[in-house]
Nanobody, 126 residues
Framework: DVQLVESGGGSVQAGGSLRLSCAVSDFGYSGYCLGWFRQVPGKEREGVASIDSDGITTYGASVKDRFTISQDNGKDILYLQMYSLSTEDTGIYTC?????????????????????WGQGTQVTVS
């Protein structure tokens, strides 16, 4: 079974940085879209960033130029490097995967397009 397991969440002061990791297992597709999403209570899940099998990335407007999504194909790990964090970045960050190239979607940051999800990791910025 496909499994996604996040790590790296925690508490950080505003202006700081944090790197999240997502270990992806049993997801042996040549074409895929991987993404990071975040959610806070009372708000809809927000697409943060995505990357596909060609390395093409997409970022949400609120994180562009501050966050970087990357992947280590050799280790099947997805990363989200976050800089210049603010309190508005607080939330549960979840990684997701879909065996379809991100370019297939007009907006590769829509949660409903992803079929596999991790459990999430909490990020708190104060």
């Amino acid at each position: 079974d496909v499994q996604l397991v996040e790590s790296g969440g925690g508490s950080v002061q505003a202006g700081g940085s944090l790197r999240l990791s997502c270990a992806v297992s049993d997801f042996g597709y040549s074409g895929y879209c991987l993404g990071w999403f975040r959610q806070v209570p009372g708000k809809e899940r927000e697409g943060v960033a995505s990357i596909d099998s060609d390395g093409i990335t997409t970022y949400g407007a609120s994180v562009k130029d501050r966050f970087t999504i990357s992947q280590d194909n050799g280790k099947d790990i997805l990363y989200l490097q976050m800089y210049s964090l603010s309190t508005e970045d607080t939330g549960i960050y979840t990684c997701a995967a879909e065996p379809m190239d991100c370019g297939y979607y007009s907006d590769p940051l829509q949660a409903q397009d992803f079929g596999y999800w991790g459990q999430g990791t909490q990020v708190t910025v104060s």
